[in-house]
């Protein structure tokens, strides 16, 4: 499956209490050219060098994504929960969401987006400490730097760096 992504960004949306509330987002699309219509469940972890790990869409209210979307100005936006399903072949059934993630409210200078659901590729190798067999599959990694190590909720766009395929 062919992965394009927009650059992380933030946006503040106030919760049920009426408190502002920090999230990122990415935009992003997703076009089959693999011959055959595919199951598509995007699973993205983001990883800091501060030791944040985070499941992107998980406590993320749906009024996060209402707002990107509004924000956006795209109606075939799709929110992360629809958007897992099948994909069918082409262009023409491209499908476009977001990834989102709750800030943090630390200084952090890298990021890691790791997505998985992208390729069906898995390897089965031996854990170098207890030898045991251990399934990896193949996701596309995504790193950033943040230039001032700012802090939310005034966090700098985020510099692209490396981009590649790893198995995770």
Not at 53 to 58: G, K, P
Not at 63 to 84: A, M
Request: charged content about 25%.
């Amino acid at each position: 499956l062919t992965f394009t992504h927009g650059t992380p960004r933030t946006i503040c949306v106030k919760d049920n209490a009426g408190q502002d509330r920090w999230y990122w987002y990415m935009p992003y699309k997703i076009v089959n050219h693999t011959g055959q219509d595919r199951p598509f469940a995007p699973d993205v972890t983001l990883a800091t060098e501060e030791g944040d790990i985070v499941t992107a869409d998980q406590d993320v209210p749906t009024n996060v994504f209402d707002t990107v979307k509004k924000q956006l100005g795209n109606t075939l936006l799709e929110s992360p929960v629809q958007i897992t399903g099948t994909i069918r072949q082409g262009a023409d059934f491209a499908l476009e969401s977001v990834i989102l993630w709750p800030t943090w409210d630390h200084h952090v200078g890298r990021m890691s987006l790791f997505v998985a659901g992208l390729s069906s590729e898995i390897q089965k190798v031996k854990n170098p400490i207890t030898a045991a067999e251990v399934e990896m599959a193949k996701v596309f990694m995504i790193d950033y730097a943040f230039p001032s190590r700012a802090r939310a909720p005034q966090f700098d766009e985020p510099k692209a760096g490396t981009e590649k395929w790893i198995m995770r």
